[in-house]
Each structure stands twice: as C-alpha cells, then as structure tokens.
C-alpha cells in the first residue's frame, strides 16, 4: 500500500491513481500467452499475443470499463483421442487484461500467421486539450489559442 497522501495537496482527480497503483501491486502477470505492447506512433499503439494453435473464432476480444481483455478457448474435440508423444504447444485457453489510458480506444484487431495484432489510438476530445484562455482588461481581450494535446 502507497501512502499517496503528499500528492493529493498539489493535484486535482487524481483519487482513482491510488487504486490503479494498489491494484498493480497485489496483481500477478500471467505469463501465457506471451505479448508485446508497441508504440507505432505519436498516439497509436499495438499489442501484439503470440496464439499460435487459435483461431479467429477462438479469441475473443472485449472492451469495457476502460480494460481490454483477450481471452481464447479451444472447443473440445471429444470424437478425437490423441496420444502425445511430446506436446510443447500450449493450446491451453487464456486470458489477459490491460488496462487502458483515458481516451485510449481499439480501432482493430487482426489474426496473422499465430500473432494477434490489437491496434489501438489515443483520442483526446478537443474540450480537453490545452487552450489559452483570454485575459480581459480596460483595452481589450485576447483571443483565445488552441494548442496540440501533449
């Protein structure tokens, strides 16, 4: 536990980081199956899960609450006995969660070669980009500047 006492003096809504922060520390990553998380621009991301053995009606892709889950399931093939020799294919089902930044969505995923590709985009509204708000005085007012989001 975080004591995040010092910082609530010089921020505001903050509240909601020191949940994320307990959360993080009593959290185990699973480590199947194994993933990359890629920045492939200003505000543009990708995970990429290797899935080798599933499908694309296997996986199935939920957003809700500001968490991404990906979990897999293979259907269980009862007609088929297979005798392994060896088996190092995990086709086991999974699932792994990531939690998403604030105006972070999923603009799609695709299936290629046994690597799932989730791309994703940071879109901030424009009422919460920065701006330069006009000072009035006796002569006049400035007008007011939109800047880029940072």
């Known amino acids: 536990m975080f004591d995040l006492s010092p910082l609530y003096h010089s921020t505001v809504g903050f509240d909601r980081l020191g ?3 307990d959360n993080v520390s009593n959290f185990e990553a699973p480590t199947y199956p194994p993933y990359n998380i890629e920045r ?5 991301y990708r995970v990429t899960m290797a899935v080798a053995g599933f499908g694309s009606d296997d996986i199935t892709i939920e957003v809700k609450e500001g968490v991404l889950s990906v ?7 009862s007609d088929q006995k297979v005798e392994f020799l060896h ?5 086991r089902a999974f699932e792994r ?23 994703l985009k940071r879109e901030v509204p424009e009422a919460m980009k920065p701006r330069t708000i006009a000072i009035k005085n ?10 880029k989001a940072a």
Not at 87 to 91: H, L
Not at 97 to 119: E, I, K, M, P, Y
């Open 19 to 21: 949940e994320l922060l």
């Open 71 to 77: 979990s897999g399931k293979k259907p269980e093939k």
């Open 87 to 91: 088996q190092g294919i995990a086709q």
């Open 40 to 44: 492939v621009g200003e505000d543009e």
């Open 138 to 147: 006796g002569n006049g007012a400035k007008t007011i500047e939109s800047k």
């Open 97 to 119: 969660r990531f939690q998403l930044a604030d105006f972070v969505s999923v603009q799609g995923a695709q299936l290629d070669n046994g690597l799932l590709h989730v791309t």
